[in-house]
DNA sequence: CTGAAAGCGCTAACAG
DNA sequence: CTGTTAGCGCTTTCAG
């Protein structure tokens, strides 16, 4: 098939307004439903906009009303489903009110995210939606000077630069060590990624190592994989920990996807769960329901997350923070 | 803190040329490096832009060059990795030439799709991206009447719009099954999600059906659940499947996710694998690569996808089908 | 209830 | 190499 590609041209207000011998202005207020005119002037217009097969340029709307409907994500990962999650959440809010999602991703690199946020930028949105709280001083200035709004999302451990949606790391990480310890483990270790990078994650464990503390208890060991969180990191990181410290009775893992190695592992080498090695995460994907254990674990609301954000932009909301929680799944691997 | 967030006024490219004085096509040209202009005037230009904090507006640029640089991505789901794997193969690409993607998200709802186009065709993009060949009448008419490229993701099994990048679902089906004939399997099963919104998925189900009766043999019986696929739903269907069929000995599932739960319901219940009961899903998903067992599956280039198919658009090639074809991995479960 | 006219901020000829 | 001048297609006063 070939088709030609060269621009077409493009049936635009006026040819509409022509042909349904009404001023331009009128068929923008019928077409956005703003403003009066009369049912048969409504019924000309609506012939029109059929018979020429109409599609309003919103480019050129945006610019002359100065208000876009573009919601920009910059997000770091699409490695896993968690971020995809927040994007459907917010994704249903968005449709039903007219705005478009617009996203790139960050790789968890605070300098791309920065360029990635100024390029967003350019298209005007009414709201840019980041991970996180850590950012850097260009990306937290360009952001201030654009005007727009600013969501930071699936964290609440620090100060908004304008709203912010998620659940706290910190408290995560806090009940996992005060959940295994109440559990009698003892000799607790913890396989994790690069934690500079995500810096959530490195939150919870910052947290799982308070509670430890106040409970009396350290650390036993740790594993630090670099590169992004994986179950394939997840296993190599259990198998690398196990060499080194034999005794641990239960492990952290800095999310699901890791944890479900770290399971994995276990069920290969025949170590059994828990009572032999006990095995925390974090995320409370739906696959860890289904395991033959299902997975102990911290469930967050992701998609929820998605769908407030959204919907704080959609109503212009007040500056503010929302704290959605989470809640512990016992399971029974730890 | 408190912020005024009324759209503050932004700096103008009339601004800057008038900070550096020079005139505004100057500044357009420096800024877009397109045109010739002197070093000094350059550098002019761009302190004024560094002074000014000029933040150039895409949408006006867009506006007056008619050529946009969205890229629109109508996906059926977020729900798995399949989607953000193509989403963020694409990006990379995408973003390294200085365009923007843009996403909804259909459910698989053939309407949906429809509506959600054509809201994005309102955005004037380079280029829409759309899930398989299966859409209303209303969705190919907007789009072939749009104008802008089109590129049909993850399919190749059919007559593309425009362009098209995937591999083929059909022979996927047709070579899993081959497989499993030649491993031995006689007495083989199916659990499946819905296959009516999902085509991708019926076309594998029907090139598999089609290599059983090639192989002298028939598909022994199968569970189709409603809904999604889930590993939750996998590992259902297999339960169910077996208490009406407890003699297969193979089951092919629609998908990893499907496989997966089947999987795990066998460890749970101590079925065997492959003796007592093979497994064989699709995707290639990473997960199943550190399984106890590897799953046995078909490998499909997802990521790939995404940047082929962004690639084209890039370079607006000619309209063309690209098939990027898949791999079997033998695994270990069949 | 409706139309005319003035932009929105930028790019693209076209002269110089 | 650079400035001037028309628009891009729509929304928004502002009169009528």
Redesign the pocket.
Not at 23 to 36: A, D, F, K, M, P
Not at 92 to 107: G, K, P, W
Not at 143 to 160: P, T
């Given at each position: 098939m070939t088709v030609e590609f060269k621009h077409q041209?493009?049936?635009?207000?006026?040819?509409?307004?022509e042909a349904a011998?009404?001023?331009?202005?009128?068929?923008?207020?019928v077409?956005?439903n703003?403003?009066?005119?009369?049912d048969?002037?409504?019924e000309r217009v609506m012939a029109a906009v059929e018979r020429l097969g109409?599609?309003?340029?919103?480019?050129?709307?945006?610019?002359?009303?100065?208000?876009s409907r573009l919601v920009a994500f910059v997000v770091p990962s699409l490695s896993n489903i968690v971020f995809p999650d927040v994007l459907r959440g917010a994704s249903t809010i968005l449709e039903e009110n007219r705005y478009q999602a617009v996203f790139s991703v960050s790789d968890y690199d605070p300098h791309k995210e920065e360029a990635l946020t100024a390029a967003m930028l350019a298209w005007r949105p009414a709201a840019v939606m980041v991970a996180g709280y850590e950012h850097t001083d260009g990306t937290i200035k360009r952001l201030r000077a654009s005007g727009c709004r600013i969501v930071e999302l699936l964290d609440v451990d620090g100060d908004a630069l304008d709203m912010a949606v998620g659940f706290s790391n910190r408290a995560a990480g806090r009940q996992s060590a005060a959940f295994l310890l109440k559990r009698g483990y003892r000799r607790i270790g913890y396989v994790g990624h690069d934690l500079n990078r995500d810096t959530r994650a490195g939150k919870r464990f910052s947290g799982f190592c308070e509670a430890l503390a106040a409970g009396d208890a350290t650390l036993a060991d740790r594993e630090i994989l670099a590169g992004a969180s994986s179950v394939e990191n997840g296993r190599l990181g259990l198998e690398q920990l196990l060499a080194r410290s034999a005794d641990l009775d239960a492990v952290y893992f800095s999310n699901d996807d890791m944890a479900l190695g770290g399971y994995f592992h276990c069920l290969a080498r025949g170590i059994s769960i828990p009572s032999q090695l006990a095995i925390f995460g974090y995320n409370g994907l739906d696959i860890g329901r289904v395991t033959p254990q299902p997975l102990s674990t911290i469930r967050t609301p992701r998609v929820e997350t998605g769908k407030v954000a959204a919907q704080l932009v959609v109503n212009n909301s007040p500056s503010q923070v929302v704290d959605l929680g989470f809640e512990l799944i016992e399971g029974a691997t730890a």
């Amino acid at each position: 098939m070939t088709v030609e590609f060269k621009h077409q041209t493009t049936v635009t207000l006026a040819e509409v307004a022509e042909a349904a011998g009404v001023g331009e202005s009128t068929v923008s207020r019928v077409l956005r439903n703003h403003g009066s005119f009369s049912d048969k002037t409504r019924e000309r217009v609506m012939a029109a906009v059929e018979r020429l097969g109409y599609v309003p340029n919103r480019i050129a709307g945006t610019l002359a009303s100065n208000g876009s409907r573009l919601v920009a994500f910059v997000v770091p990962s699409l490695s896993n489903i968690v971020f995809p999650d927040v994007l459907r959440g917010a994704s249903t809010i968005l449709e039903e009110n007219r705005y478009q999602a617009v996203f790139s991703v960050s790789d968890y690199d605070p300098h791309k995210e920065e360029a990635l946020t100024a390029a967003m930028l350019a298209w005007r949105p009414a709201a840019v939606m980041v991970a996180g709280y850590e950012h850097t001083d260009g990306t937290i200035k360009r952001l201030r000077a654009s005007g727009c709004r600013i969501v930071e999302l699936l964290d609440v451990d620090g100060d908004a630069l304008d709203m912010a949606v998620g659940f706290s790391n910190r408290a995560a990480g806090r009940q996992s060590a005060a959940f295994l310890l109440k559990r009698g483990y003892r000799r607790i270790g913890y396989v994790g990624h690069d934690l500079n990078r995500d810096t959530r994650a490195g939150k919870r464990f910052s947290g799982f190592c308070e509670a430890l503390a106040a409970g009396d208890a350290t650390l036993a060991d740790r594993e630090i994989l670099a590169g992004a969180s994986s179950v394939e990191n997840g296993r190599l990181g259990l198998e690398q920990l196990l060499a080194r410290s034999a005794d641990l009775d239960a492990v952290y893992f800095s999310n699901d996807d890791m944890a479900l190695g770290g399971y994995f592992h276990c069920l290969a080498r025949g170590i059994s769960i828990p009572s032999q090695l006990a095995i925390f995460g974090y995320n409370g994907l739906d696959i860890g329901r289904v395991t033959p254990q299902p997975l102990s674990t911290i469930r967050t609301p992701r998609v929820e997350t998605g769908k407030v954000a959204a919907q704080l932009v959609v109503n212009n909301s007040p500056s503010q923070v929302v704290d959605l929680g989470f809640e512990l799944i016992e399971g029974a691997t730890a």
